[in-house]
């Protein structure tokens, strides 16, 4: 009996209703209605829980896969993020076009912010908990290892890993087979 009446009591408490009503307008203003403004590819995958700031300025290319948990945040006036066509992006990945400045005596939210586009060739894959700050260019075929932090353009059909990543080898059988060339973007 005490335990139906737990369920009961929970059921109808209204703050349980209240949560969800914020969980609902989250979803809204982080994915559904930022999702509309984006310009997808062709067959690209996008994971239901993916977070957009500024959604009008990111281009994701044809046949590319965002991760659950990204975040892809383009900057608030200019800064725009490109991502190019059979990318992978895996789990929690942080691609950011803007930064807070730091402006001593002014408390950061109250800052401006710099902004630089950010673009990631074709067939770029970035690992798990990877960031990319702005201003970076991925050249296409590389790839980033889990965890990096990339505050620095990187060459195209790298592998790079590290905080700042830095390149420490090729990918093997990079260029893609067609014979495409492995010029960056």
Known sequence: MSRGLDFLRSVLDPRAWAGLLRLLHYTNYSHVRPRRLLTVGDEARLAPNISFAHAERIEIGARSNIGARCSLWAGPTSGRI???EDCLLGPDVFVTAA????????PVWRQGSDEAD???GRDV???TRVIVLPGVTIGDGAVVGAGAVVSRSLPA???AVGSPARPVGERPGWPAVSGESASPT
Not at 99 to 106: D, I, K, L
């Open 99 to 106: 930064n807070y400045r730091v402006e001593a005596g002014t």
């Open 118 to 120: 950010v673009t990631l």
């Open 125 to 127: 894959w970035l690992g």
């Open 82 to 84: 490109h991502i190019g």
């Open 157 to 159: 059909g790298c592998v």
